[in-house]
């Protein structure tokens, strides 16, 4: 992982630390090129979570952008779900 990303992320925990009180529910945002594969891959990350996914293609249809409403522990948490994503799916933006 490069310092910038890394730094990415330490600014996102301190913000979550700052803003929520944990447990809180949090929303998941990713961005993935239209590829259904893909987007089941990104699901089943969050599978047997009690998570609310919704899916939505973009106007021309090629990208759909995920959205996961899922109730965490941590920011720490937080973060280890948006690297597994990261890491494991090419194309992946996550926001």
Same mark, same amino acid.
Request: hydrophobic fraction near 30%; glycine fraction near 4%.
């Given at each position: 992982?490069n310092? =910038?990303t890394?730094? @990415?992320?330490? &600014?996102?925990?301190?913000?979550?630390?700052?803003?929520?009180?944990?447990?809180?529910?949090? $929303? @998941?945002? @990713?961005i993935?090129?239209?590829d259904?594969?893909? $987007?089941?891959?990104?699901?089943? @990350?969050?599978?047997?979570?009690?998570a609310?996914i919704?899916?939505?293609?973009?106007? =021309?249809?090629?990208?759909?952008?995920?959205?996961?409403?899922?109730?965490? &522990?941590?920011?720490?948490?937080?973060?280890? &779900?948006? &690297?597994?994503?990261?890491?494991? $799916?090419?194309?992946? $933006?996550?926001?």
């Amino acid at each position: 992982m490069n310092s =910038k990303t890394e730094e @990415f992320y330490k &600014k996102l925990e301190q913000r979550l630390e700052e803003t929520s009180a944990w447990p809180s529910e949090y $929303i @998941f945002k @990713f961005i993935v090129p239209t590829d259904q594969e893909k $987007i089941n891959k990104i699901s089943e @990350f969050f599978n047997h979570t009690g998570a609310v996914i919704k899916t939505k293609k973009s106007s =021309k249809g090629k990208y759909t952008s995920v959205s996961i409403r899922l109730t965490m &522990k941590s920011p720490e948490s937080v973060i280890q &779900k948006y &690297k597994l994503v990261g890491y494991q $799916i090419e194309g992946v $933006i996550s926001l």
